[in-house]
Every structure is written in structure tokens, then in C-alpha cells.
């Protein structure tokens, strides 16, 4: 078998070209999970009158303790204008805050497939 330099430079840049576009790809949807979780936390914040920084610490804790996540997975808060509960469940945030990281990380190995499975 015998290959050309131009095969070789060929191969090499279609290599570059796709491992790009992925990393691009990873780039985008970590951004679009970082921003859900941006707005499900000012979301969160302005209903309960309390700072992002307070609803993010509050998060954090729930997500160090995965036994109690259970407990508040399908707790929701906030109502709508017309008094309906609003669909903003606490698990949904730390959901969001942890795809944007794999997807972050993922990123410096744009070969590996992303697990998007519970931890």
C-alpha cells in the first residue's frame, strides 16, 4: 500500500475539519445548558425573593446529597398569573448545571461520546 503526501494531507485535514465542527458542536449545546440553567435560576430567584446566589448555594447543597435530590426532584415552584403552579422543577436546574459541564469537558476530547445518563 502505498499513499501519496497530498492523500496523507487530505486525510489529516478532513480529521481537523470534523474534530472541529464537534468541539463546536460540544461548545454550543454546553452553552444552551448553561443558559437554561441561568434562566431556571433567576427564574427561581425573582419567585421567591431570594438572590441567584442564594438559590444556586441552595442547589449545590441538593446537588452533593443525590439521597435527598430524590425528595425535591419533583418539587415545583412558582405559580403562573392565573394561580397554576409553574412547571420549574428543582431537578431540571442541576440537570442543566450538569450537562453543561460533560458538555464543557468534553470538549478537550471531541472523540468520546457524551453520556447524558443520570450520574
Known amino acids: ?11 489529516v485535514t478532513l480529521i481537523a475539519v470534523l474534530l472541529g ?9 454546553a452553552g444552551y445548558h448553561s443558559t437554561e440553567y ?14 441567584e446566589e442564594r438559590v444556586e448555594e441552595l442547589l ?7 439521597g435527598e435530590r430524590t425528595i425535591f426532584a419533583s418539587v415545583s415552584w412558582g405559580t403562573t398569573n392565573n394561580g397554576t403552579k409553574k ?24 472523540w468520546a461520546l457524551v453520556d447524558e445518563g443520570t450520574p
Open 1 to 11: 500500500m502505498k499513499y501519496s503526501l497530498r492523500s496523507l494531507f487530505l486525510a
Open 21 to 29: 465542527g464537534r468541539v463546536e458542536y460540544l461548545r454550543r449545546i
Open 38 to 51: 441561568r434562566r431556571l435560576i433567576q427564574s427561581l430567584a425573582a419567585e421567591h425573593d431570594m438572590s
Open 60 to 66: 449545590r447543597t441538593l446537588e452533593e446529597y443525590p
Open 87 to 110: 412547571n420549574i422543577p428543582i431537578a431540571t436546574a442541576i440537570k442543566h448545571k450538569r450537562l453543561a459541564r460533560v458538555y464543557r469537558q468534553s470538549c478537550y476530547q471531541p
